[in-house]
C-alpha cells in the first residue's frame, strides 16, 4: 500500500506560480511512476503530466506543456508539480497518483491523494 498527501495548493493570481508536493509513506514510490491529475468542477479528471521511477521520463499533457514540471526525489519520497505562469483555466483539485504502469489515464493509478485545491484568479 502507498499512502499520498499533497500540500502546495492555494489561491494565487494569473500569472504567478505554485509548487505541489506529493509526500508518499507506506511502500517507496520508487517502484512507482507517479502522475499529477486535476479535476474542476463539473469536468472529469484529467491527466496533467507523469514522471517515470527513476525520473528519466516525463510527459505533459499540452495544456500545461512549458509552464509545468513534474519532478521527483525517491530519496525524498516526494514528488514534486512546479506550475508556473497559471492560468485562471488551471484552477481545480489537483491530485498525485502512483502506478506500477505508464500512462495518463487515470484507471491506469493504482494509488491517490486527497487532494489540494488550486485556484487562480484572473
Known amino acids: 500500500q502507498v499512502q499520498l498527501v499533497e500540500s502546495g495548493g492555494g489561491l494565487v493570481q494569473a500569472g504567478d506560480s505554485l509548487r505541489l508536493s506529493c509526500a508518499a509513506s ?5 517502484n512507482y511512476a507517479m502522475g499529477w491529475f486535476r479535476q474542476a468542477p463539473g469536468k472529469e479528471r484529467a491527466f496533467v503530466a507523469a514522471i517515470s ?3 528519466g521520463s516525463t510527459y505533459y ?3 500545461v ?10 530519496a525524498k519520497n516526494t514528488v514534486y508539480l512546479q506550475m508556473n505562469s497559471l492560468k485562471p483555466e488551471d484552477t ?4 498525485c497518483a502512483a ?3 505508464w500512462g495518463t ?3 491506469l493509478y493504482d494509488y491517490w491523494g486527497q487532494g489540494t485545491q488550486v485556484t487562480v484568479s484572473s
Open 26 to 30: 507506506g511502500r517507496t514510490v520508487s
Open 105 to 107: 489515464t487515470p484507471n
Open 92 to 95: 481545480a483539485v489537483y491530485y
Open 61 to 63: 499533457a499540452d495544456s
Open 99 to 101: 502506478t506500477e504502469l
Open 65 to 74: 506543456k512549458g509552464r509545468f514540471t513534474i519532478s521527483r526525489d525517491n
Open 53 to 55: 521511477w527513476a525520473g
